[in-house]
């Protein structure tokens, strides 16, 4: 069982930059994919971004390219999403996800766990 907590969401203006943090609990998660995904009202969850734990392979959704980075920190079992040049269609909440396979997939069902979210708002 793996527990996914999420912070560092809030408001920022566009165009700034945002840092969102995830910590994984109660194992080590070796070969395995951690994920970032959005969900604003009225839409479906959609993928921000992905990364293989150890190889440190990365995907992106096109609309967050050159903007967002995924990155991770191994001994503090950490994940982050550092968001730049912000837009209001940024606007949602974003879930950190985790799967077991080695591979930074890009589809929700994929994953077998989540966190509870953190909120993200731009102001135009």
């Known amino acids: 069982q793996v527990q996914l907590v999420e912070s560092g969401g809030g408001l920022v203006q566009a165009g700034g930059s945002l840092r969102l943090s995830c910590v994984a609990s109660?194992?080590?998660?070796?070969?395995?994919?951690m994920g970032w995904f959005r969900q604003a009202p009225g839409k479906e969850r959609e993928f921000v971004a992905a990364m293989s734990w150890i190889g440190g392979s990365t995907a992106y959704a096109d609309s967050v390219k050159g903007r967002f980075t995924i990155s991770r920190d191994i001994r503090m079992n950490t994940l982050y999403l550092q968001m730049n040049s912000v837009k209001p269609e940024d606007t949602a909440v974003y879930y950190c996800?985790?799967?077991?396979?080695?591979?930074?997939?890009?589809?929700?069902?994929?994953?077998?766990?989540w966190g509870q979210g953190t909120q993200v708002t731009v102001s135009s």
């Open positions: 109660g194992r080590t998660l070796g070969r395995w994919t």
């Open positions: 996800a985790a799967n077991r396979a080695n591979i930074p997939t890009t589809t929700a069902d994929d994953y077998d766990y």
